[in-house]
């Protein structure tokens, strides 16, 4: 039954990203051209939802599903790490024309070419996972 929320929280993703263009090749190629707002008010918007919710979440001790308090923990910053951070995630979104987020959108909207972007993805976490502990945190 748990799983269940996270399947209908997905569909819901889903048909946003979808019904928002954000999937849209398109859409990406003009935000990269700096010809459209349309991707960077979308981008904009999760951003500032995300700002309320981190500081609503932090002030009053929401639980998880699980029952656990969600707890943020602060992060050293080291410019090197992002930069490197930044530059893979930017290779991997030229590449495969899709961000993380709608991979699964995309395949579900019958591009089924996305079969290989997400074994790519899982394969990059897979090998992270095994590179975690001599890679710079």
Same mark, same amino acid.
């Given at each position: 039954?748990?799983?269940?929320?996270?399947?209908?929280?997905?569909?819901?993703?889903?048909? %946003?990203?979808?019904?928002?263009?954000?999937?849209?090749?398109?859409?990406?190629?003009?935000?990269?051209?700096?010809?459209?707002?349309?991707?960077?008010?979308?981008?904009?918007?999760?951003?500032?939802?995300?700002? %309320?919710?981190?500081?609503y979440?932090?002030?009053?001790?929401?639980?998880?599903l699980?029952?656990?308090?969600?707890t943020?923990?602060d992060?050293?910053?080291?410019?090197?790490?992002?930069?490197?951070?930044?530059? %893979?995630?930017?290779?991997g979104?030229?590449?495969?024309?899709?961000?993380?987020?709608?991979?699964?959108?995309?395949?579900?909207n019958?591009?089924?070419?996305?079969l %290989?972007?997400i074994?790519?993805?899982?394969?990059?976490?897979?090998?992270?996972?095994?590179l975690?502990?001599?890679?710079?945190?």
């Amino acid at each position: 039954m748990k799983f269940l929320k996270y399947l209908l929280i997905g569909i819901l993703f889903g048909i %946003v990203m979808t019904k928002s263009e954000a999937i849209s090749w398109y859409r990406i190629q003009e935000m990269f051209r700096f010809q459209s707002f349309h991707m960077y008010g979308i981008i904009g918007s999760a951003l500032a939802v995300g700002v %309320v919710m981190v500081a609503y979440l932090k002030r009053k001790e929401v639980k998880s599903l699980d029952g656990d308090i969600i707890t943020f923990t602060d992060k050293n910053f080291s410019i090197p790490r992002y930069l490197l951070g930044g530059i %893979v995630f930017g290779l991997g979104w030229a590449l495969s024309g899709a961000c993380p987020g709608p991979m699964y959108t995309l395949l579900g909207n019958g591009f089924s070419v996305f079969l %290989v972007v997400i074994a790519s993805a899982v394969l990059g976490t897979f090998t992270y996972g095994l590179l975690r502990d001599v890679l710079p945190h």
